[in-house]
């Protein structure tokens, strides 16, 4: 089986400082891993995904996420924080490997960004 | 590209009514997925087609929720009758992979339909 654990359901930053959103995971197979942001009233869109390939991977708007595989955690991360940046942000994990495609998410964490 | 299309966005029922929601994935893609997410909570997978077979409908409440997908195109999701705690967000998403050799492409999600049960 395979799950995922955000910690912390909110996050609040100020505008220009770094965002940093924890996500653990957890499988028994090679794991695929993703962070999706989702806007008020809106679908959820791809930030970025880690596909068994480099360990750092990087994302739209400036974000990036490291696998670390001994610690079984792949956190999201942004040098500075923008006002528009404040959304909720979903990390979830698939396992291709095991013919599961379909996503698993965690319960999310709510990022502000105060001016 | 056209996006996933969902509609309608809203809907408003009062419990024991049925319901129907429906989905236009992105032309091409071969895997459609629903997705029930409750306020607070993140998404969490209801049935998952690949053409217009069923491959997970595990966590699909099959004794009120049903689903399908005629000609491995268009999908509806029906509730019947609804509860009050159907109310949620129901997200369709669809991705490209049809095969083996094409697992790690991503999902593209829809708006959502935002239910609620009174």
């Known amino acids: 089986a395979q799950s995922v654990t955000q910690l912390g359901s909110h996050v609040s930053v100020s505008e220009g400082a770094l965002v940093l959103l924890r996500c653990n995971y957890s499988?028994?197979?090679?794991?695929?891993l993703f962070w999706y942001v989702q806007y008020p009233n809106q679908g959820l869109q791809l930030l970025l995904k880690?596909?068994?390939?480099?360990?750092l991977v990087k994302g739209i708007n400036g974000f990036e996420a490291e696998f670390k595989k001994s610690e079984t955690s792949f956190h999201l991360t942004k040098p500075s924080a923008h006002m528009s940046d404040a959304a909720e942000y979903f990390c979830a994990v698939s396992t291709p490997d095991t013919g599961r495609r379909a996503l698993t998410f965690g319960s999310g964490t709510r990022l502000q960004v105060q001016p | 590209e056209a996006g996933v299309a969902q509609s309608p966005r809203y809907k408003i029922i009062e419990k024991r009514q049925s319901v129907a929601f429906w989905c236009n994935p992105i032309?091409?893609?071969?895997?459609l997925y629903w997705y029930q997410q409750i306020l607070g909570q993140g998404p969490k997978l209801l049935i998952q087609f690949q053409n217009n077979g069923v491959v997970d409908d595990s966590q699909l409440p099959k004794d009120r929720f049903s689903a399908e997908r005629l000609k491995g195109v268009d999908s509806t999701l029906k509730i019947q009758p609804a509860k009050l705690e159907d109310s949620a967000v129901y997200l369709c998403a669809s991705s490209l992979d049809g095969d083996r050799g094409r697992r790690n492409t991503e999902a593209f999600f829809g708006q959502g339909t935002r239910l609620t049960v009174v």
């Open positions: 880690y596909t068994s390939a480099a360990t």
């Open positions: 032309s091409g893609h071969a895997t």
């Open positions: 499988s028994s197979v090679p794991p695929y």
